[in-house]
């Protein structure tokens, strides 16, 4: 996960450090823009302009909100959010099968479909609001959790297919 981190940091946030210096600086300049829309894209630097804007109730979709030049970063921020969660999780999971000389796949996947049942029912609960829905993370790790374990499947079967033609 390490090498994960890394290669993921040294991909996305330079040029998104670029990109909030030059527009919030362009917009200060100017005067367009709000100094909401600055707040937004500095928090979008430590990945969490989605609870800026869910705590501020911008709704994306919305035709009669401001304009907030930095609204586009809340999805990047959820998925950060998801990685760090899952790669937690994860790197947990192993810990935790290496001691008990159990499977780490089979492990992960009880880990996954735990946290992607638990996201996805958050996500159903009629108490959650759309806002949430929308910006949360955890209303939308089942997506990335649902794909994980469909990766993680997928690779089991490949595994065992190759060791029956090696046999």
Partial sequence: ???FWIRRIFRLWPLLFLTVVTVSTILAA???????????GVTSLFALSNYRLLLGRL???????????????????VEEQIY?????????AIWRARRRATSPRRTIA???????SASL????????????????????????????????????DSTAT??????
């Fill in 162 to 167: 190759e060791t029956r033609m090696v046999r």
């Fill in 84 to 92: 760090v969660v899952l790669s937690l999780m994860v790197s947990l």
């Fill in 30 to 40: 100017t005067g367009a823009g709000l100094p909401g829309s600055i707040f937004t």
């Fill in 59 to 77: 709704e994306y979709f919305a035709l009669d909100t401001e304009s907030d030049w930095f609204m586009h970063t809340w999805s990047l921020a």
């Fill in 110 to 116: 009880i880990v996954l479909t735990v946290l992607s």
């Fill in 121 to 156: 029912l958050s996500a159903l609960v009629a108490s959650t609001t759309e806002l949430t829905r929308f910006y949360s993370a955890h209303t939308r790790l089942y997506q990335v959790g649902a794909g994980f374990l469909l990766a993680l499947g997928t690779n089991a």
């Fill in 1 to 3: 996960f390490l090498e």
